[in-house]
């Protein structure tokens, strides 16, 4: 396994030094702190669950696959997700599956694709012909299912249908969770739901909404934010993991940070309690962009099984990598 920094073209200083304090966060995590990556796999530390290429919000600048598998190198990636976006609501240009199958064809060892729908797209032939677009994206070489961020209610018919051609295609739905997208209330009724009716699908949640319900008595504004302070006992995410062995947590972005971040005690306890359900991701999208995600998990010093299962293991396994 090798955590070393790949030789690349000069950059910024301002992107140099955003890119050397997260791989000197990721170096401290790497060496002997997580066993040695199994044969046949990629070197590295880390599946990060959530990335995406292409441009996508107009005040960022694109990302490509040579500059992402160079920052995967930087930083103990071994392989990521990469993720469409096809949803109005989602970002600012579409990302769509085909465009990700493209980007991704040469480098599938270590770039996995998914694949996307929205829900209120047209098509014919039921819950068969979604099945049949599905398999269809399945066959191309895509793992699973998102990200899912369509401006619909998390319940909403449509939906509902969707997820459940995922699971029968075996896809795994990674889903975003705000108050303007697969919206929610406190407490995650419509999400619950989704759990029952859908008992043989896989979910991973992600999004404001979702990581602000690691606490109680959260609030519906606090859904579209990332609340600060002590985490309440009895949030949502800890009470449906518990009841539903199939729901996975995605700790990319600044709300999966922040969840662990605003109250370390918890935090930490949380990721050992809930070990074999969450996955570590970074929802990196642009160059330079910082990381928290790779100093956080430094600091915390989790065991080395609790590492190994977030930082890669549990992804392989879903994925079937």
């Not at 199958?101 to 012909?129: A, K, M, N, W």
């Not at 994206?137 to 051609?165: M, S, T, W």
């Not at 518990?242 to 918890?266: H, V, W």
């Not at 306890?269 to 990381?291: A, C, H, K, M, N």
């Amino acid at each position: 396994m090798s955590c070393s920094r790949s030789s690349r073209p000069s950059l910024s200083r301002r992107r140099l030094l955003v890119q050397a304090a997260s791989a000197a966060a990721a170096a401290v995590v790497c060496p002997g702190s997580v066993s040695a990556q199994p044969k046949g796999f990629p070197p590295g530390t880390f599946v990060d669950v959530h990335t995406h290429l292409g441009q996508t919000w107009n005040t960022r600048p694109p990302l490509s696959a040579t500059e992402l598998l160079r920052w995967m190198d930087a930083h103990g990636v071994a392989q990521a997700v990469v993720l469409p976006l096809v949803s109005p609501e989602a970002s600012s240009y579409p990302l769509t599956t085909e465009f990700v199958l493209r980007v991704t064809r040469e480098h599938r060892q270590r770039l996995i694709p998914f694949c996307s729908i929205d829900p209120r797209t047209s098509y014919q032939g039921g819950h068969r012909g979604l099945v049949g677009m599905l398999k269809r994206y399945r066959d191309q070489g895509c793992r699973g299912f998102g990200e899912h961020k369509p401006g619909v209610p998390i319940d909403d018919p449509r939906n509902i249908r969707l997820f459940k051609a995922c699971a029968e295609v075996g896809l795994p739905v990674l889903f975003h969770l705000d108050n303007q997208r697969n919206w929610d209330r406190p407490g995650l009724p419509g999400l619950e739901k989704v759990l029952r009716e859908v008992p043989d699908g896989v979910f991973i949640g992600h999004g404001p909404g979702w990581w602000a319900s690691i606490s109680g008595q959260v609030t519906k504004k606090e859904m579209q934010s990332y609340p600060r302070g002590p985490v309440v006992p009895g949030g949502a995410i800890d009470r449906l993991m518990e009841k539903y062995p199939n729901l996975y947590g995605d700790l990319s972005a600044g709300s999966g940070a922040n969840a662990i971040a605003r109250d370390p005690k918890f935090g930490r306890e949380f990721l050992i309690r809930r070990s074999r359900q969450l996955l570590f991701g970074t929802d990196f999208l642009y160059p330079g962009q910082p990381v928290p995600q790779f100093e956080l998990m430094a600091k915390l010093d989790l065991p080395q099984d609790v590492q190994q299962r977030i930082f890669r293991d549990n992804a392989r396994r879903l994925l079937g990598l």
